[in-house]
């Protein structure tokens, strides 16, 4: 292709045109683009060269598959000059395209007028007739539904089986893009509207309020008519009430318009559409306004409010539709902080109605945030923010204004830890809880306690908490009151606890521990108590399951862990954390620090304390106590905690998963119990310890079972990218090792899932594994690449100009004999697809001598893949054979053919089918009896 220049200044558009012409012939569409596009800058306005560019230009973006722009410029240029053949042809193809099929029809009839000799337009004209006479069918039908379910759905006199079945039916046609189009027109909105004002039927509610929900999915254009004609207003009273499924379905309503606005998607890897999002801002940013406004409403309900906290949480990370700083902008941090501060036990006028969940919703929520506040000048406003709610607070003297901050303080100590340490760090903070802990008030106390269990978080701050709070603590756990019992229960079990698992540390007395886990389990276990004090007591534990006594005693009491199962399975979040801590104690599934002897050595020498673990700590007892807790139901417990909104509690999730994932015997259990189904979106979003620990989980499940069994489906193709994401340097060698095995097992399965493999860069990352210096992961890698290389691309990668497959033939001699069966195979399996990489061998410096040691190897499985490579490169042309038999391959070949032994039968028959091709192919020829007997009676005379 003639190297083509760049673009030089011209006020001639004619010139600009021939040479956009000339750049569109030899493919550059670019240059030819710039071209268009500078000579419609200095052609005349209405004039033919103006046409012709705008013409031409269309025809660039028609290749470059940008069907609006197409649309665009043709309308533009048939202003000019109507009825232009090319001009419609283009549009025509655009608007085809774009599913426009009555406009293309039209414009393809007018083409067939102007020009009724054009034999390219009749098929397409042909074409479109058919697709425009089935929609109209189908539109027909569309509209006749239509008539009809409204008529049964929005009738009030009509029998509720009648109207339940035309509202289940409007529900359906609306995921139809035809049906929801026809819906719209119809006008549904305002029907919907009107209906929900009187309607009594829960059904029919709930099915009228998610057929808008489908009438915004994946489309704009319905999203801001529904959002002109009904607003977000009208979502957020249909939000508010207290029916659990009817707040489901309005907030699933609120995040489809979102999605639509932003272009997410309900997949795992979408993200946001920059362009959208700066398109849609002004109808983002109301959305985001009227959810920050509503959240501190006092008419709202509990659940509706928490609705409201999870659109926020589950959306403002995302960049491009920028909620985070827009949220603190607003001041919707101190409107949050408002949510924060209320207690059920305010019940006045303008207190807000709230949940168990809500403090912990809004924790998460706080965290969220301040995750999205990249740079120093955004965290110092967030803390501004919450500094301005806790000085108005405290400006007043008064009692309720000092509980509600602390509320608010140990939200946030439960959320972005180091705003709530920044907080509770300022003079006089601590000293306010201290002192409402002694007082004889119960609020006051509970709010206290809570606050001092959250504080008590790092170790430098728990040293001074023990010498201030242990004696208030004994003193609130004297109380008569069983809820301030049971939280100074917990706050002492969490200072008993801060030695970690180190057996040498003992901040309370010998045993102490033991009892305290005594008395938590009363409260667990005594059916007179609420569930809110089950839930406190299942807290201590998760402290008190440190000491390795504590855990073998909590295993072997069935009551207790069957009721933290059952506790798992409540809806509220409250329970979250404590019962997933105490499963990942007792798994041992926290992070263990390396220990390195040299470094033990010198501590020992420097007078450093050195952690002990306790011998009940052991790996045998912590399988024996993860095969005790499966088999009381724990894998169904951790598929319903992980439908918690905190990233941090899903990695406490995911760590106990891949807990049990390291016992064989239990991955079946996982499988069959739904544990890959949460596992895969774990998998991809969240703490990267957290996606880390949920990707090994998956990685150890393909070791060992089928993965059609184990990844069912389209399952096998969305476990790839978890697997592929510990292939990363920053991964342990177990990590890796476990996701290339896995990964091997997968690429067995089919070609839709080696497809996928290569989609996501998997060949590189797994090719980088050939090269390592351990052992087992390059054993790993080259099996894998065994099955990878089943797939044609595969294939054509390793015909390229690279020497992938020369070092393919290097590893055929490693020592480690399963490593140099497998490169055996895939180089066998490559010279039997392709001609190019029969001859690529040939590349190889010391080919000879590697075919060589292939077929005399000493382990018969590799020996047997080198007669097949052999047999292979014979078969490929007379060329690359008549090169073998020039060499001393040919005598072992005889000489394999000869051979005797059991289980040599395989490598026998391809000697024998290589010799046979070579004296077909004319380059050796076989010897007649003679000459045998002539070299047999030489080769006796010459011994």
């Not at 025809?59 to 009825?83: G, H, Q």
């Not at 057929?211 to 249909?238: A, M, Q, Y």
């Not at 760090?425 to 201290?434: D, L, N, P, S």
Request: negative net charge; charged residues 25%; contains cysteine.
């Amino acid at each position: 292709m003639p190297e083509l220049k760049e673009v030089v200044n011209s006020d001639n558009a004619v010139e600009l045109k021939e040479k956009g012409n000339e750049a569109f012939k030899h493919g550059d569409l670019d240059l030819a683009l710039k071209y268009y596009t500078d000579g419609l800058k200095v052609a005349p306005s209405d004039s033919n060269e103006q046409a012709t560019l705008l013409k031409n230009r269309a025809a660039v973006y028609l290749k470059r598959n940008e069907n609006e722009k197409v649309v665009a410029d043709t309308t533009s240029a048939l202003e000019i000059t109507p009825n232009d053949p090319k001009s419609l042809y283009r549009r025509c193809q655009a608007l085809e395209n774009l599913e426009r099929f009555e406009e293309a029809y039209r414009d393809a009839k007018l083409i067939h007028t102007v020009d009724p000799g054009n034999k390219v337009i009749q098929p397409v004209l042909a074409r479109l007739h058919a697709i425009v006479q089935e929609r109209m069918r189908l539109n027909a039908q569309t509209q006749n539904k239509v008539s009809q379910m409204f008529k049964y759905a929005f009738t009030m006199e009509e029998s509720s089986d009648k109207r339940e079945q035309a509202m289940n039916n409007l529900l359906v046609l609306s995921r139809e893009k035809t049906g929801a189009d026809a819906l719209i027109e119809a006008g549904v909105l305002h029907k919907i509207s009107q209906l929900l004002g009187v309607e009594k039927n829960s059904e029919i509610y709930l099915n009228a309020i998610r057929t808008v929900g489908e009438l915004c999915k994946n489309n704009v254009s319905r999203t801001k008519k529904v959002l002109h004609e009904l607003g977000v207003p009208w979502f957020l009273d249909i939000l508010n009430c207290r029916s659990e499924e009817q707040v489901n379905a309005a907030q699933y309503c609120l995040q489809c318009i979102l999605n639509s606005l932003s272009g997410l998607e309900n997949n795992l890897d979408s993200r946001p559409n920059e362009k959208l999002c700066e398109e849609n801002k002004k109808e983002i940013d109301t959305l985001l306004t009227c959810l920050v406004y509503s959240c501190n409403s006092r008419t709202i309900s509990g659940l509706a409010r928490d609705a409201i906290i999870q659109l926020i949480t589950r959306n403002v990370h995302y960049k491009a539709i920028n909620w985070a700083e827009r949220l603190i902008e607003i001041k919707g941090l101190q409107r949050l902080m408002e949510v924060a501060s209320e207690l059920q036990e305010y019940k006045y006028e303008s207190s807000m109605e709230i949940t168990e969940s809500t403090h912990i919703l809004t924790s998460v929520c706080f965290a969220r945030i301040y995750e999205n506040m990249y740079y120093d000048k955004a965290r110092e406003r967030y803390l501004e923010n919450v500094l301005d709610f806790v000085k108005g607070k405290l400006i007043t003297p008064d009692i309720e204004s000092k509980v509600r901050v602390t509320v608010a303080i140990k939200c946030l100590l439960l959320g972005p830890l180091d705003i709530g340490n920044t907080i509770i760090a300022r003079e006089g903070i601590m000293e306010m809880i201290i002192v409402m802990a002694n007082t004889e008030e119960k609020l006051q106390q509970k709010v206290a306690c809570e606050c001092i269990i959250a504080a008590a978080s790092k170790k430098d701050k728990i040293a001074s908490i023990i010498q201030q709070g242990v004696g208030i603590l004994k003193n609130l756990y004297a109380s008569k009151d069983d809820e301030i019992r049971v939280r100074a229960l917990v706050g002492l079990c969490k200072l008993g606890s801060s030695g970690g698992t180190d057996a040498s540390i003992r901040p309370f007395a010998d045993g102490s521990t033991v009892k305290l886990a005594e008395a938590c389990r009363k409260f667990l276990l005594n059916p007179h108590k609420s569930n809110d004090m089950r839930r406190w007591a299942a807290e201590g534990l998760s402290y008190l399951t440190l000491d390795a006594e504590v855990k073998e005693k909590l295993t072997e009491d069935k009551p207790a862990i069957r009721a933290l199962i059952e506790l798992s399975k409540e809806k509220t979040q409250a329970s979250v954390y404590g019962v997933i801590t105490t499963f990942v104690n007792l798994c041992n599934a926290y992070d263990k620090q390396e220990v390195i002897p040299e470094m033990v050595e010198l501590a020992k020498f420097a007078k450093h304390h050195i952690p002990e673990e306790h011998e009940l700590d052991d790996p045998d007892f912590v399988a024996k106590r993860i095969n005790a807790l499966t088999k009381e139901g724990l894998t169904h417990a951790l598929v319903a905690l992980s439908k918690t909104e905190s990233d941090n509690s899903k990695e406490l999730v995911c760590r106990v998963f891949n807990a049990m994932a390291s016992q064989q015997d239990l991955r079946g259990i996982i499988v069959a119990q739904g544990g890959v189904k949460v596992l895969l979106p774990m998998s991809l979003r969240g703490t990267e310890k957290g996606k880390k620990q949920a990707a090994q989980a998956i990685a150890r499940i393909g070791i060992t079972m089928n993965p059609e069994v184990a990844f069912a489906g389209q399952r096998a193709l969305e476990v790839v990218r978890p697997l592929l994401s510990l292939l990363h340097p920053e991964c342990t060698a177990l990590e890796s090792f476990e996701a290339l095995m896995a990964l091997c097992n997968l690429a067995g399965m089919n070609e839709s899932v080696r497809k996928r493999i290569i989609k996501e860069q998997g060949l590189q990352k797994i090719e980088t594994y050939l090269f390592e210096d351990h052992l087992m992961l390059r054993r790993a890698a080259t099996q894998c690449i065994t099955n990878l290389v089943m797939s044609l691309d595969v294939v054509q990668s390793y015909e390229g100009n690279n020497d992938k497959l020369k070092f393919l033939v290097l590893l055929c001699g490693e020592e480690d004999a399963e490593t140099s069966q497998a490169a055996a195979g895939a180089v066998a399996m490559l010279t039997g697809e392709s001609v190019k990489c029969c001859s690529k061998l040939f590349e190889v410096s010391d080919w000879q001598e590697r075919f060589k040691e292939l077929l005399a190897h000493p382990d018969p499985g590799t020996q047997y893949r080198g007669s097949v490579i052999v047999y292979n490169v014979i078969s490929s042309s007379k060329e690359n054979a008549e090169k073998i038999v020039e060499t001393g391959i040919l005598e072992v070949l005889m000489a394999l053919t000869l051979l005797k032994e059991d289980g040599m039968e395989k490598v026998r028959e391809f000697a024998e089918k290589s010799l046979k091709v070579a004296e077909t192919m004319k380059v050796i020829k076989k010897p007649d009896s003679a000459d045998v007997t002539n070299d047999v009676n030489q080769s006796d005379d010459e011994s």
